[in-house]
């Protein structure tokens, strides 16, 4: 019984909360999340949740700050009403990318988010791919990272079935890109590249053997572009016959769509843990995938007490 479980969603990705009500076969919570004229965030929870099990559904996504806020505060709101207690899925974990100290006086607003999340009132968080594994450490409530791998899979085992290659853009998603591979029964590859500023990459060098075949680029996320589509034109340019692209979050920004246009690459799949802009949603290439049921799935086992992990084996 999910009676006394309900699902709450802010305004960051109202589509995929409603999705993920509709595999769960719960209604959407009554909440008012709106904005005063000065920009600070109202929210008002408009039904009882004393003693529920309840779940905020928010990507901090672009505009990462708003939608940031609106969770903390929805968080808080729930807290106070004595939630019992209260997960905050967040399909998308945004200032995940600094999670270390790469430079003197810099902070780790990876942790920062996390324990924001914790004092606003989470008693457990749900996550999507987070950029870096360690960071479910920065939390201390309990974690789950799942993972979007069997969405993604299955569309690779449909679509792509000829002389596949896995490939990573960077040394850091090595490990992602070999245990695809892996599932699929094929090689990977990788490319060695440099980095001589922030959200500017410079392809270097292609690991593997990629010559006469469809060769897969696999990322956690998609921002301005840069990686992808260079990685792509250096693929095309050492011999691969296609080059896809596959990602969880498609954060899309600057002139990522600009240079996905004009890229080798022939098709980008991505899942819907951020909504799409206009402009991508109009771009052919763009292929979008549901992970509404991995997540509806989830927040099911959560409640039952069930095993999470056991999804992925």
């Avoid at 006394?4 to 990705?13: E, W």
């Avoid at 990573?168 to 992602?176: C, F, L, Q, T």
């Amino acid at each position: 019984m999910l009676d006394k479980l309900k699902i709450f969603a802010g305004n960051s990705n109202l589509p995929l909360a409603q999705e993920i009500g509709e595999n769960l076969n719960i209604s959407l919570g009554k909440a008012e999340v709106k904005s005063f004229s000065d920009g600070e965030i109202c929210v008002e929870i408009q039904e009882s949740v004393r003693g529920m099990e309840v779940y905020v559904i928010q990507s901090t996504c672009p505009p990462a700050n708003k939608n940031l806020m609106e969770l903390l505060i929805m968080l808080d709101a729930l807290k106070r009403a004595s939630a019992h207690a209260i997960t905050a899925v967040i399909p998308y974990y945004g200032y995940a990318r600094q999670d270390r100290k790469v430079a003197p006086r810099t902070p780790i607003t990876a942790k920062l988010i996390a324990d924001l999340i914790a004092a606003a009132g989470a008693t457990r968080v749900l996550c999507v791919d987070l950029h870096a594994g360690q960071i479910q450490g920065f939390f201390n409530v309990p974690v789950d990272n799942i993972y979007a791998t069997p969405v993604i899979l299955e569309y690779i085992h449909k679509n792509y079935k000829d002389d596949v290659v896995i490939v990573s853009p960077d040394a850091g998603g090595v490990e992602r890109a070999r245990a695809f591979a892996k599932r699929l029964d094929t090689s990977f590859a990788m490319i060695d590249k440099r980095r001589p500023a922030p959200n500017i990459a410079e392809v270097m060098n292609i690991i593997g053997d990629i010559k006469g075949k469809n060769a897969i680029l696999l990322d956690d996320m998609i921002d301005t572009a840069g990686t992808i589509s260079l990685a792509a034109d250096a693929l095309i340019k050492n011999g691969a016959k296609e080059v896809y692209a596959c990602c969880t979050h498609p954060v899309f920004s600057g002139p990522a769509i600009e240079r996905l246009k004009k890229s080798a690459l022939k098709e980008i799949v991505v899942t819907n843990t951020i909504p799409l802009s206009k402009e991508a949603q109009d771009l052919k290439k763009i292929k979008t995938l549901s992970i509404a049921p991995l997540l509806g799935e989830a927040i099911k086992r959560i409640h039952y007490g069930e095993s999470v992990s056991s999804l992925f084996v």
